[in-house]
Each structure stands twice: as structure tokens, then as C-alpha cells.
């Protein structure tokens, strides 16, 4: 097990003795920083803090201590930050904070916690309001905000008239004023199905659904199936519409106009809709286009807030520990022959460039306790410093070569493949709940031996780990028998100790690649999980699955550190920021969130996907992100400023796999059109002009030269890419199964 | 359009009958039409339901399809109990029945011997999942390994020969090279071909290079070996005119027949792009079909056979590549009925057009061939009847009748009213018309007691694809065919033409043999009578020259007097084609030799066969 140190992470030669502003605002953290962990009590923290996330955590409290659970109660509150006494001003930090300032936040938030409950009678917790919270969870009582009644003949006049006039505006404002039309539309729809009008709601159907966004397509087939107030209660998807609010931006003269149009013709009715189930966020400025505004929409639930995305993140990679001086001895000595001095040097030139500079947009070395370098890594640390000096630059000039594995007779049961990132093995995941591990290196794969014959082993001898060693079982393969049902995706742990797989049977297994056994079923989702990944730094992982929430583990904890909630969907891919403090996951609601590991909170909602996201990728320098989707588009975001700030078209089908090149010049995609396709990540990231009014408003012109960027597409014979990986030389790794047909 | 697609998803809904039905099979005996109703609204909800979740872990297994684990899978998220064993080996197991007013679909559950299961030998076992490393990009450059895509995918090269401005790629510019070689023929199609056959060989001199590259072509289509073979697919079509030019000039039957059969196998390869060889192909296949002469012995060697699987080529691609732009199957039919109604056509073109027009469909016979019956007939009846000609031509004269009474039989016997009446038959169509009657007769009787029972007489052995199917197959009427009649005597026309084109079966590559009679006499009596005749007989055994490489085609032609048939024509042919399988299937290249025994048997054995009809038959044969 990695194991993590007691005690703060201390270097060897640098210690950090920056004032630690964050533990400082995060006083539960700070006590348990004494076990060096991350608090192994879920927490649940939504996006954006929000009113309604308030009300509900009152609802689960006042439903614990209904069901005498006195101590979750004080854990719950302790951990949101809830005082017995809601008025009391002082706070110790809410969940772990975001410094000085999300203190003040968070006051704030709580007062107007109190002032809902206010206008209810002067106690805070009389059950009125809690029976108010709880009624916001019960799901009859969030789909009778449907019940107003209106004349169901007039609302095909009601709709077509907005559209009329929308249809007249000036065109500056036509563009901003359509975002309306879907949401609106999906309300008046749901309004007439719960109101029993099936022939009204579908008549409106009819007339108005071919008007919408193509990328809506999705949701609207989901949608025509509804036409009874039953199938509502069922569906999670509606739910989801309805619960959580529809975010539009709108500049401020569209609204105007909107608002007067609407007061002038009295249609309450519309009025209603937006005021009750939309969000509208207005900003000051010009009007955006139509390109603009089809660039960031396309999600469930509309764009993304603005404020959402203005937390700072730390984006910057963590400080590289440095190696000690013998050990660059021994990399001359297995170099003997080649030039010693020009090695030597640009080694030194690449370590001290590395070591000596601190990001300052880099997060606290401790900011996330991290497991210790244990000698075996810092080895493999070496190992990766040498090979990396023989690392081919890319370019677009300098196309990497891509070795492909083809999985034969999977009978397109491939589900999932990792390799390490020395590009020693590579494991597969099928459907038929079997994980298999090949070594693609001339060393066969080898047990340790049992209990009993360890015992005979002369541990003192030089080779001791080669003794422990089982010769007889060496091969090529092995196959990891446990699941219960299709694996969808495996992952290496970065030591080649240990193996995640999440399957389709709601667990998350740990494997040894040492005894090739199951160590751990991590149970949790109750549904299909989707993906897991491994922490950079390895000790952490994070899954999400059709549960909706993805979750933080510690290999040994069996119980999740953290919850991340607020996908509207499935969360189908995850991802670790290289600086480990930092989790990605992309989800059918077709966003990317980014979550912050150390508070479970958003710091990053990124609409802009047509269909569901399917594959992510980090740069290397952490400052960039990727994503693709059922769409065939890959999306580039900056996380610094949240924005997009790409678009690479060309696949025809769905993206399983991004990565970047190790240097992050070279961006590889690959795809279900069985291509792998290489970009210009360079380009891509410099052609983007942010001044600060787009840094500002978050209102970018993306430029459209996916041609330009796309630099090779290398078609496979009938194999779908599943997953591609650069090794530490840059060569393309990628696999897929070959389906014959 | 998608507005439509949506519009008719939501509208989509259980028929309430197939609710009633399922009440019935749970017990429930009496179910009221709203409640029929309000549970098939409710149950198709449930289905889209689970469906779209069933889609979601289709994506996430990196499939395309849809799989019943998947819906399973979907079940269990609802927590409903997944179905268990549906298994189906078509994909509508349903079998429909009606009677007594009530229609019904059930399942057909067949009673299994058990003893039959214990004794066959166990399926062989799934191969275990393996892995294997390729270059995909070197550099950036993808090799041109087997293991990656041929380097111009079909759209591609759709997308080139669309767009001819593109830049001009090297297999163009040799292809341009050869033709300036060939005199342009392909401007000229048929015109083109007989005049170079006419000039001498001398023009027709190669350069080292185009004869070392002819060579290497040659030898990897024509030879042993597979993987030259297919590496040599896409050059093919650049040189193929070039030797059909070639072997037009030498008379290499055997070799034409091969050649042909090449083209056969790029028509029927899916990966390439033959639009943009048509000009290429099409001359020589034309070539083929009507040239005067084909081998050195026209008058004992089998090129009729050869014609007739260029015409049946030739209808394919005209079915598979005519469009309003190039309208190939107006120019060829203008090509060909240019030339049938030349009176001084020989004999072998006049048979070659004929065919060619025959095979194209009913519509072309009707049009274009029975109205000139009377004129051929008067011109076969010239030979015939007229003073001792060649031996050539008399032959010529004795194919072309043959082969007309074949395809207009089935025609005439579709479009003329009953009776049919010698006399007004001999009015109609002169001279052969009073063969054309029986035949027609013989075509409607068969055709009705098919109907009624299996047929026994009609030698057929079904072949997985048409090969060198040198046999007069039913093609006429739907040239995608696929499972021509060896044995095919005019009698039982229209059995075949009445049968419905049979898709491609999958069954093992073997020897084919491939047994024709062509009956030169005007009524020919039952098959069965005309085998054993033809086995009294004294057979001449004729061996096409061969060439030097495995896979040649060994032709029989076996020729006997056979007394025993009624007809003015005592001349029978019976020949026996043995050939390799298709030149896709990569085993069984030696057994091409065929035991010279074997033809009485194995056609005893493929009348059996014929009997039951099943794919198996070819399994069995051998």
C-alpha cells in the first residue's frame, strides 16, 4: 500500500516556509492533517453555493436527527459549516474554504439562509421550514411547480408569438434572444404534460420541436416519449431540468427588449417561466453572435454562470523533488559510452530550470497531503529523467510515430486499456468482467511467491527482490478475475503496484500486480461506474458513474474522502490534474467540471459539448485541458481563465481517447471512425487572443482552423482507437480491438 | 427531415393488439380496450426508457451495436429482472399462421434429436484474445503494411475520380501510358478492339519495363500466390485492358477465362473503387463477348462459355455502375444491336451480342431480341439447311439457336397469351418458331409443376458464387444471381429465370465442377435421359493447352452423337469445367484436377442434392 507519511511532506533540501494561508481558513483539514490525510468522511459540496443547497443540507440534518443520528448530524454540520445557532455570525470556515474571502462568502450565504427561514416564523428550524427543505427534495412537490394552471390552448399562441417577435428583433439581439426558445419550449411542454393536456402537449410538440438546436436532439427524444404525468416522477432527466435552473446570458439590451415585449403583451405566462425555472445572467456589453453563443451552448442546463468560474485554480505543477547526486553516477555509468559531457549537462540544465523556478500559479507543495517518494520511485523518477533527455521533440514538423495494439479475438469486448507510464505493461478491461494485463516488454509477468516459500528466502541476500520472485508462473499475460460485470476502464497506479478497475457491479477493485490478486472492492455507486483514475502521485483516486457523483478515494481508505456532486448526468469520464490537487470530469449533461480535491468544491463548469463528454486530457503544464466527445469535436479550455479557447473538428464519431505529448506540443486523438488524429496543440494554445474583455466576459471568438491544426490522420483497419499513451520518449502508443467485419 | 424522424419516433406506440396478445399468453383473459390502450402507451414508454439507457452502456463498451447485454444491463439499473436466454438464430423467429379468422405469430420450436447433438463434434473453441503490435505512422508516414487500410480509402477515390482536376496521381499517368500504347481503344469500345486484333503483332511492341511489369501482373494473378496476388489488386486494373488486348491476340482461352474471372473478383470487391477503371474494364469484358475469335479452335474449344460469363459481367456492372451520367447499359446495348444487326457479323459476335443483350433482362429480350427471331431464325435456317459450309459456322449457327430459344422461351412463355399454337408460333417467328413453341410449352408446364412439387429433373448445383459459371444460368432475368444452374438445358428455363436470386452462402472454397449440356437438338427430352446418354457416347476429351501454373482451369469438352435425342441436331456437348474456387479463397489450390470418373457420379449425386436443396449441397459434393 502507498502508504502516506505522518506529518507534513518534508523535502530533503527545500522546506517550504510560506505562512499556510489556506490550512489556516480550513480548521477541520488542519486537524486532520495530523493523520496526513484528506477528512475520510464524505462531504457532499455542490457548484456554485446556492440557496437551495443550503435548504437541502437543512432537510438531510433534520432528517438524520429524525432518524437519531445524533453524530452524522455533528459531523454533517461541522463539515458544512452550520452552527447550532444559524444566526451566529462566526463561522470556522465552510467546508474547508477558499481562504479569507470564501469566509465573508459564506457568511453572506448563511445569512440569506437565514433570511428564507425568516419569513417563515422568527425560529430558525421550526419544522415549517424544514418541512419547506424537505418538500424541495420530494418529487412531487418539485414537479407541482408545474400545477399553475393556464388556457393549454393558448400556449402554442404564447410560444409562437415570443417567436414572432424574437424573429423581428434587430439581429444583434435575435441571436442572444433564441437561447430562449429550448428551455422555454421543454417547460411549456412539461407544463402542459403535468397538467394532463397529452393532446395539447403533443400537438405543441409537434409544431415547435423541429424548431430547436440540433444538438438538442438528444434530450427532445427523450422528451417526446414523456406525454403522461406519470412517466414525469420517473424520469431524472426532467427532474434534473427542473431542479436546477437554466442558465442563460443574455447582454443587457436583449433583455430590456425582452422584458418590455413580454410586460407589453401582459404574457404572464412566459414571464412566469422565465422568472420561475430561468436563469438569466445579464451582462454589460455588446450582444454576442450566433457563433458565440453556439460555441458555449449545447449542455443540459444551459451555459455556465459566470461567477462560477472566477475562483482562482491552481494550475501550476507542483514542485519536481530533487534527486540526489550519487545517483547521477550511476545514469553516466550505464551512459559510459556515450558523449559523458553533453549529457551531463543538458540533464543539469533541465533539472535546474525545473527546480529552481516556482510557479506562482502552482498550488502550496502540502496543499493536498501527498504520499512520500518511497526508493523504488525515486528510481523510477531517474529512470524517467533519463529516458526524457532522449526524448524526440515534436513538432509539426517532427510527427511522432504511433505503435498500435491491436487486441485480436476481443470479439469487440474491449472496453478499456491503460498502459503504465513507462510503457512496461498494458491492461485491458472487457466485457466479459475480466481485466487481463500484458507485458509489452520482453520481461514476462511473475507473481511473488507464497507465504511458505518466502519463508525459506534469505532476506539478507543482495537480490532478495528478485528471489521473492515465482519464476514458474512468468508469461506474458495474466487475467484479473473478480468483477461481476463489464470493466470500463482500468488504470495504473504510477509505482506499477497496482491496478484500478471500475465496473458495471458499482465497485472499484484494487489490484496487486505483484500477487495478481483483488485487494480491495471499493463500494460506493451503486450503479455502473463508469471510470477511475489514478492520482498522479498515486494513494488517491477518483470514480464517477451513473450515480452522477464522482468521488475521491485513498487506496486505503474503503470509504470515499470526498464526494463530488452536481452533474446532471452520468459522470462518464475522470480525470487527475498533474498537480494531483485538481479533478476533472466530463458527463452525459455534456459539461466539465472541475473540481478542487482539497474542498470538494466546482471551481470550473465548461459548457460547450453537443453530446455527452468522453474522453479528457491535461496538458502536461496543467494550464490546459481537453475534451472530446460523442460529438467529434475535441474542446480546448484554459482553466486559469475558464474559457474556451479551441475547437479541433474532424473525427466523425465519438472520442475515447486524448492525450497529450509528453512536452504537450502534440495533441492525440482517437476515435470509434478508427483514426488517430494529431494536433497542433502549440498553435492551438498561442492563436488564441485573450484580452481582457473575452478574459473578462468569457465571450470568446473561437478561430475556426481545425485544418490548419490537424498535422496527420492515420486510419487503422477496422479498430476503433480505445486509448492512446506517449511514452516517456514520445512515441505514440495507441490500442484498440480489432472488430472483423 | 430530422423534424420527420423525431415526429414519427414520438408517435411510435405498441399496437394495442400485441398488448391483448401478451395478456392472453400471462392469462389474463378479457382485457378492456382502454386499458389495452393506456398499458401499450405506458409499456412503449418503459422501452424507450430502457432503450436510452441501454444506449449508454453501449457507448461505454466502444460498441456500434446494440447488444442484448446492454439491454440487460439497462434492466438491471431499473431493477427489473434481467430476461434471460434469448437466443435466435434469424432475426425474426416468428413463424405467422392464420386460419379460422385469427392470425397468429409464434415461435417455431423444433424438435431436437438429442442423439444428433451428442454425436456432432463440439464447435471449435473461441480463439483467447490476443495482442499485436503494428506501426500505425512512422514518422508521421503510415507504411504500407497489411496490418493499416489500402492507403486510398473508397471515399477517397470516389472523391478523386469526381474531382479528375486533382493532381494527377502516379497509377493514372502509367495507366495513360499504356493506353497511348493500345491506340486509345477505349474511345472506340468494340470498334477499337477488332481493329487492333486485326493489326499485326508487331504494333504491339513493348517496352522492356511494360513487359517485365506485364509479366510480374501476370504472374501474381494467374499464379500460386495468394499475398502477391492481393497485392497486385490495384494495379490490376491499369493493365487489365492491356492483356485482355494481349490474349485476345494469342487466343489464350484459358487465360481470357481467368482474366475474366478477375474482373468478376474486383467487381465483387467491396473496397475498391471501380468507377474510375470502367473505361478500362468495360472494353475488355466487350472484348470478350463479341470478338471474333477468342481461342485457337473455335470449333472444339468452349469460348461460348467464355461469352457467356463476359455478358453475365457485363449485366452486373451495367446493374451496379449505370447511371444517368455515363448510361453504360444504353451504350452497351446500342454496341451490341449495332452489331447483331450487321449481316455480315459472324457467327461467334452475333452469339456474343446476343448474350450480351439476353443478359441485360427481360425488357432488352423483348425489345430488341424476339423481334429479329424471325431474321436470325431465316439466318440459321441458311446454314443449316443450305449447302455444307464450314464446320465453324455451323456451330456458330447451332449456339446462337440454342441460345436464343433459351432466353426467349421464358420471355415468350411470360408475355404471349396461352394457347400456344405451333402455327401461329412459326407465323410470328419463323423458322424457329416451331422450336421456340415446345420450348415455350415445355417452359409453362415446368414452371406450374414446380410450383406443386419439387422439381426433379433440373440439374442445379448450387454455387456459392458464379465463377466461371459457364452454364446458362437464370441470370437473364435478375443478373445478380448468385446461384447460376450448372446443368442447364432449355427445357427448364423458366424454372430457373422463376426462381429468385439466392444470396451469397458462405460455404467452403472447393472444387467446382461445372457441368454443362448444351442441347443443339430443337426438343430435348428429360436431363436424366440426355446424362446417360451422353455417357454412352464415346467421349472426346479435349484438354484446353495449359499453362503452366496450378490454378488452371481444366476444361473438359467431351462430344458425342447422341442418337438417342430427338432433334434434327444430333450434335450434344457436354462440358465439364473443373475449377478451382474462387480466386478469393485462399485453400484448396491444388485440388483443380479433375477424376476423369467422376462426372457421371457426381452428377447423380448433385441431382440428389438438388432434391433437397439445401446450402449444404456443396459441402457434401466433395
Known amino acids: 500500500m502507498a502508504a502516506v507519511q505522518d506529518g507534513p511532506m518534508e523535502l530533503d533540501t527545500e522546506k517550504e516556509t510560506k505562512p499556510e494561508i489556506l490550512s489556516d481558513g480550513t480548521s477541520k483539514l488542519s486537524g486532520n492533517a495530523a493523520s496526513g490525510t484528506l477528512s475520510s468522511s464524505p462531504l457532499t459540496a455542490g457548484g456554485a453555493p446556492k440557496q437551495e443547497d443550503q435548504q437541502t443540507l437543512i432537510a438531510v440534518l433534520q432528517f438524520l436527527r429524525r432518524n437519531k443520528l445524533s453524530e452524522s448530524v455533528e459531523i454533517l454540520r461541522r463539515e458544512a459549516g452550520l452552527e447550532d445557532q444559524e444566526d451566529s455570525q462566526t463561522l470556522d470556515g465552510s467546508g474547508g474554504g477558499k481562504g479569507d474571502r470564501d469566509g465573508g462568502e459564506a457568511n453572506s450565504l448563511l445569512s440569506r439562509v437565514s433570511i428564507t427561514s425568516a419569513a417563515a416564523p422568527q425560529s430558525t428550524l421550526t419544522p415549517i421550514t424544514v418541512k419547506r427543505a424537505n418538500e424541495q427534495l420530494d418529487v412531487s412537490v418539485v414537479l407541482s411547480a408545474y400545477s399553475q394552471q393556464g388556457d393549454p390552448s393558448l400556449y402554442q399562441v404564447y410560444y409562437s408569438g415570443l417567436k414572432n417577435f424574437i424573429e423581428s428583433v434587430l439581429d444583434c439581439h435575435r441571436a442572444e434572444l433564441s437561447q430562449l426558445f429550448y428551455p422555454l419550449f421543454v417547460h411549456m411542454y412539461l407544463e402542459l404534460v403535468y397538467n394532463n393536456h397529452e393532446n395539447e402537449a403533443k400537438a405543441f410538440f409537434e409544431k415547435f420541436g423541429g424548431d430547436q438546436e440540433c444538438y438538442y436532439q438528444d434530450d427532445l427524444r427523450v422528451l417526446c416519449g414523456l406525454t403522461k404525468k406519470e412517466h414525469l416522477k420517473g424520469n431524472e432527466v426532467l427532474l434534473d431540468f427542473r431542479t436546477s435552473r437554466f442558465v442563460l446570458r443574455i447582454s443587457r439590451d436583449s433583455y430590456q427588449l425582452l422584458k418590455r415585449h413580454l410586460q407589453e403583451r401582459h404574457n404572464n405566462q412566459i414571464w412566469n417561466i422565465i422568472q420561475e425555472h430561468l436563469y438569466i445572467d445579464i451582462f454589460d456589453g455588446m450582444p454576442r453572435s450566433k457563433s458565440q453563443i453556439d460555441s458555449m451552448s449545447g449542455s443540459f442546463a444551459g451555459e455556465a454562470r459566470r461567477e462560477v468560474n472566477k475562483v482562482k485554480v491552481f494550475h501550476g505543477l507542483l514542485k519536481e523533488p530533487e534527486i540526489e547526486v550519487p545517483l547521477d553516477d550511476e545514469e553516466d555509468e550505464a551512459e559510459n559510452e556515450e558523449g559523458k559531457p553533453k549529457k551531463k549537462k543538458t540533464k543539469k540544465d533541465s533539472m535546474g530550470s525545473k527546480s529552481k523556478k516556482q510557479d506562482p500559479n502552482a498550488p502550496q507543495q502540502n496543499r493536498i497531503p501527498l504520499p512520500e517518494l518511497k526508493d523504488s520511485d525515486k528510481l523510477d523518477k531517474i529512470m524517467y529523467m533519463k529516458e526524457s533527455t532522449k526524448r524526440i521533440r515534436l513538432g509539426p514538423e517532427n510527427l511522432p510515430s504511433i505503435c498500435f495494439y491491436s487486441f485480436l479475438n476481443a470479439y469487440q469486448g474491449l472496453t478499456a486499456v491503460d498502459f503504465t507510464d513507462d510503457s512496461s505493461l498494458l491492461a485491458g478491461g472487457f466485457a466479459d468482467s475480466t481485466v487481463r494485463i500484458w507485458s509489452v516488454t520482453p520481461k514476462k509477468l511473475r507473481k511473488v511467491k507464497s507465504a511458505g516459500e518466502l519463508n525459506l528466502i534469505d532476506k539478507e541476500s543482495d537480490d532478495v527482490l528478485e528471489r521473492i520472485m515465482d519464476e514458474k508462473t512468468a508469461s506474458e499475460s495474466k487475467i484479473l478475475c473478480g468483477h461481476s460485470g463489464p470493466v470500463y476502464s482500468v488504470s495504473f497506479s504510477p509505482d506499477r503496484n497496482y491496478l484500478l478497475s471500475s465496473s458495471e457491479d458499482g465497485t472499484v477493485r484494487l489490484w496487486s500486480l505483484q500477487t495478481f490478486t483483488c485487494l480491495v472492492g471499493y463500494k460506493g455507486h451503486n450503479y455502473p461506474v463508469w471510470d477511475t483514475h489514478f492520482s498522479p502521485f498515486g494513494y488517491y483516486f477518483v470514480s464517477g458513474g451513473h450515480d452522477r457523483v464522482a468521488r475521491l478515494w485513498a487506496t486505503d481508505h474503503y470509504q470515499p474522502l470526498r464526494i463530488f456532486a452536481g452533474h446532471l448526468a452520468d459522470v462518464t469520464c475522470t480525470r487527475f490534474h498533474p498537480n494531483s490537487n485538481y479533478v476533472a470530469t466530463g458527463s452525459t449533461d455534456r459539461t466539465i467540471r472541475l473540481w478542487d480535491v482539497l474542498n470538494g468544491n466546482c471551481v470550473r463548469i465548461f459548457t460547450g459539448h453537443k453530446g455527452p463528454v468522453h474522453s479528457l486530457a491535461f496538458s502536461p503544464n496543467g494550464k490546459f485541458l481537453a475534451s472530446g466527445s460523442t460529438d467529434g469535436r475535441v474542446l480546448l479550455w484554459d482553466i486559469g481563465h475558464g474559457l474556451m479557447i479551441g475547437e479541433l473538428k474532424g473525427h466523425t464519431d465519438t472520442i475515447y481517447a486524448l492525450k497529450f505529448s509528453r512536452d504537450g506540443e502534440i495533441l492525440a486523438s482517437g476515435s470509434m471512425d478508427n483514426t488517430v488524429r494529431l494536433w497542433d496543440s502549440t498553435k492551438a494554445f498561442d492563436d488564441v487572443e485573450t484580452d481582457d474583455f473575452t478574459a473578462a466576459t468569457g465571450h470568446i471568438h473561437l478561430p475556426d482552423n481545425s485544418q490548419e491544426l490537424l498535422l496527420g490522420t492515420y486510419h487503422s483497419k477496422s479498430t476503433p482507437v480505445t486509448h492512446l499513451h506517449f511514452t516517456r520518449r514520445n512515441l505514440l502508443l495507441a490500442a484498440g480491438g480489432y472488430s472483423s467485419q | ?622
Open chain 2, 1 to 622: 427531415m430530422a423534424e420527420e424522424r423525431r415526429q414519427k419516433l414520438c408517435s411510435v406506440i405498441l399496437p394495442t393488439e400485441s398488448m391483448k396478445a401478451m395478456a392472453e399468453s400471462v392469462g389474463v383473459g378479457s382485457l378492456q380496450e382502454d386499458s389495452c390502450l393506456a398499458l401499450s402507451e405506458e409499456v412503449s414508454y418503459r422501452i424507450k426508457e430502457i432503450a436510452q439507457d441501454a444506449l449508454k452502456f453501449m457507448h461505454h463498451g466502444k460498441r456500434r451495436k446494440l447488444t442484448t447485454g446492454d439491454i440487460d444491463h439497462a434492466l438491471k439499473l431499473k431493477n427489473v429482472e434481467p430476461l434471460y436466454g434469448f437466443q435466435s438464430q434469424e432475426f425474426i423467429p416468428f413463424r405467422f399462421a392464420s386460419g379460422g379468422g385469427r392470425e397468429l405469430h409464434f415461435y417455431e420450436e423444433k424438435e431436437v434429436d438429442l442423439s444428433d447433438i451428442i454425436n456432432t463434434p463440439l464447435p471449435r473453441v473461441p480463439l483467447d484474445v490476443s495482442l499485436k503490435a503494428h506501426w500505425l505512422s512512422i514518422d508521421g508516414v503510415q507504411p504500407a503494411i497489411p496490418e493499416n487500410p489500402p492507403p486510398v480509402p473508397k471515399e477517397q477515390q470516389k472523391t478523386d475520380s469526381t474531382e479528375p482536376l486533382k493532381a494527377v496521381k502516379p497509377g493514372q499517368e502509367e495507366e495513360g501510358s499504356i493506353q497511348t500504347k493500345g491506340q486509345g481503344a477505349s474511345s472506340a469500345e468494340v470498334k477499337g478492339k477488332e481493329k487492333m486484333r486485326m493489326k499485326p503483332r508487331s504494333t504491339h511492341e513493348l517496352s522492356v519495363e511494360q513487359q517485365l511489369y506485364y509479366k510480374e501482373i501476370t504472374e501474381a494473378c494467374v499464379g500460386s500466390c495468394e499475398a502477391k496476388r492481393a497485392v497486385c489488386v490495384c494495379n490490376k486494373c491499369y493493365l487489365f485492358l492491356f492483356q485482355v488486348r494481349v490474349n485476345v491476340v494469342q487466343n489464350n482461352l484459358a487465360l481470357l477465362i481467368y482474366l475474366m474471372r478477375m474482373v468478376k473478383a474486383l467487381m465483387d470487391n467491396p473496397t475498391l473503387y471501380l468507377e474510375k477503371y470502367l473505361h478500362e474494364l468495360i472494353p475488355a469484358v466487350v472484348t470478350c463477348i463479341v470478338s471474333k475469335q477468342l481461342c485457337l479452335r473455335p470449333d472444339v474449344d468452349n469460348h461460348w462459355a467464355l461469352r457467356d460469363f463476359a455478358a453475365r459481367l457485363m449485366a452486373q456492372s451495367c446493374k451496379t455502375f449505370s447511371t444517368t451520367t455515363n448510361n453504360i447499359q444504353s451504350r452497351i446495348t446500342k454496341t451490341f444491336t449495332k452489331a447483331l444487326l450487321d449481316d455480315k457479323t459472324q457467327w461467334t459476335t452475333r452469339y456474343g451480342c446476343i448474350a450480351g443483350l439476353a443478359e441485360l433482362g427481360h425488357d432488352v429480350i423483348k425489345t430488341l431480341i424476339i423481334p429479329r427471331l424471325s431474321v436470325e431464325g431465316a439466318r440459321i435456317k441458311a446454314v443449316m439447311d443450305g449447302p455444307v459450309v464450314s464446320n465453324i459456322d455451323k456451330i456458330g449457327a447451332d449456339h446462337v439457336q440454342s441460345l436464343l430459344l433459351k432466353h426467349c422461351a421464358s420471355v415468350v412463355a411470360k408475355t404471349r397469351p396461352l394457347p400456344d399454337m405451333v402455327d401461329q408460333y412459326k407465323v410470328d417467328y419463323g423458322y424457329l418458331g416451331t422450336m421456340l413453341c415446345s420450348h415455350v410449352v415445355k417452359a409453362r408446364a415446368q414452371a406450374a409443376f414446380q410450383a406443386q412439387t419439387v422439381n426433379r429433373t433440373t440439374l442445379t448445383i448450387t454455387q456459392p458464387r458464379p465463377t466461371l459459371s459457364v452454364s446458362q444460368s437464370g441470370l437473364s432475368t435478375s443478373s445478380g444471381s448468385r446461384a447460376p444452374s450448372i446443368i442447364k438445358v432449355p427445357s427448364s428455363l423458366t424454372l430457373m429465370s422463376t426462381r429468385p436470386g439466392t444470396p451469397t452462402q458462405p460455404s467452403p472454397p472447393a472444387t467446382k465442377y461445372i457441368v454443362m449440356a448444351t442441347s443443339a437438338g430443337a426438343a430435348s427430352t428429360q436431363q436424366v435421359i440426355t446424362l446417360s446418354s451422353s455417357q454412352s457416347g464415346s467421349p472426346v476429351t479435349s484438354t484446353v493447352p495449359s499453362t503452366p501454373t496450378s490454378l488452371q482451369p481444366l476444361v473438359k469438352l467431351e462430344s458425342g452423337n447422341t442418337g438417342a435425342v430427338s432433334g434434327s441436331r444430333p450434335l450434344q456437348k457436354y462440358i465439364v469445367v473443373s475449377l478451382p474456387s474462387s480466386s478469393s479463397s485462399l485453400e484448396n489450390k491444388s485440388s483443380s484436377v479433375l477424376p476423369s470418373s467422376t462426372s457421371p457420379i457426381s452428377m447423380e449425386s448433385a441431382v440428389k442434392l438438388e432434391r433437397s436443396e439445401s446450402p449444404a449441397a456443396n459441402t457434401q459434393s466433395h
